[in-house]
């Protein structure tokens, strides 16, 4: 199944029934400045959507969804796959300075550290490597694993989560990104990274929901 991502046309008609409805078609496309004829396919879109309900000779009216109650279904509605981005990662035999060298040619905040089986084993941030330079020491001295905060301390995604879920996780641990990992075994911790989820990529969503582009991440089941 498809999930509809509603335009901001729709929208604001959505706004408009639920503020002065009942009302008629001709009045909605007089308040927008359009023929009625231009909003017969959206409003079709959300009777069907069950946003708004129609009566003969009466007009449209709202059936109590408020537009933020129907930004965070379709946000719930998205998986942390449909919004990932591509993990940065280095091995662990690898020098502190060779993480920074990483984050900076490929403009991230914290890169994934990886054991000889290419499996997570922790993360390097902006801040771990700030507190080991505040040290004064070198950190073409410094191995990753050594700066690093270790995989017992991180809190990781599952690409079938919900992008809501993730945004929780975030918040709540006061934290820049997530890893998502496929789970190797559940019992030693044991991760795949196949992903990661930042402010950056929420932000990125907020925006093209405002201008109607959700459906971008929605797929067919």
Same mark, same amino acid.
């Given at each position: 199944?498809?999930? $509809? ?9 959505? #706004? ?7 009302? *008629? =078609? #001709? ?7 359009? *023929?009625? @004829? ?9 009777? %069907? ?20 109650? %129907?930004? %965070? ?19 662990? &035999? ?12 490929? !403009? ?17 941030? /902006?801040? &771990?490597?700030?507190? +080991? +330079?505040?040290?004064?020491? &070198?950190?073409?001295? $410094?191995?990753?694993?050594?700066? %690093? *905060? ?16 993730? @945004? ?14 496929? *789970?190797? &075994?559940?019992?030693? /911790?044991?991760? #795949? ?14 925006? !093209?929901? @405002?201008?109607?582009? =959700?459906?971008?991440?929605? /797929?067919? !089941?």
């Amino acid at each position: 199944m498809r999930i $509809i991502a509603l335009s901001s046309r729709q929208k604001r008609i959505a #706004e408009i029934v639920r503020l002065e409805g009942p009302i *008629t =078609g #001709e009045h909605i496309a007089a308040r927008l400045n359009v *023929t009625r @004829a231009a909003l017969r396919s959206d409003l079709a879109i959300l009777v %069907m959507s069950g946003i708004l309900d129609a009566r003969p000779k009466v007009g449209y009216f709202y059936t109590g969804k408020n537009t933020l109650g %129907m930004l %965070m279904e379709e946000i719930s509605s998205i998986l942390v796959q449909d919004l990932q981005s591509v993990p940065i990662v280095i091995s662990q &035999d690898k020098s502190a300075y060779e993480a920074v060298v990483t984050m900076f040619l490929e !403009d991230v905040g914290s890169v994934y550290v990886l054991d000889e089986s290419g499996l997570l084993t922790g993360v390097i941030s /902006r801040k &771990d490597l700030l507190k +080991a +330079a505040i040290n004064n020491a &070198d950190l073409r001295d $410094i191995p990753a694993v050594m700066v %690093m *905060t270790p995989l017992a301390k991180l809190v990781v995604i599952a690409p079938d989560e919900s992008v809501a879920t993730a @945004a929780n996780k975030i918040i709540d641990n006061e934290i820049d990104s997530l890893p998502v990992v496929k *789970t190797i &075994d559940a019992g030693k /911790r044991s991760y #795949e990274v196949v992903g990661r989820i930042t402010k950056t990529n929420f932000t990125r969503l907020l925006v !093209d929901l @405002a201008e109607g582009k =959700g459906g971008n991440y929605h /797929r067919e !089941d």
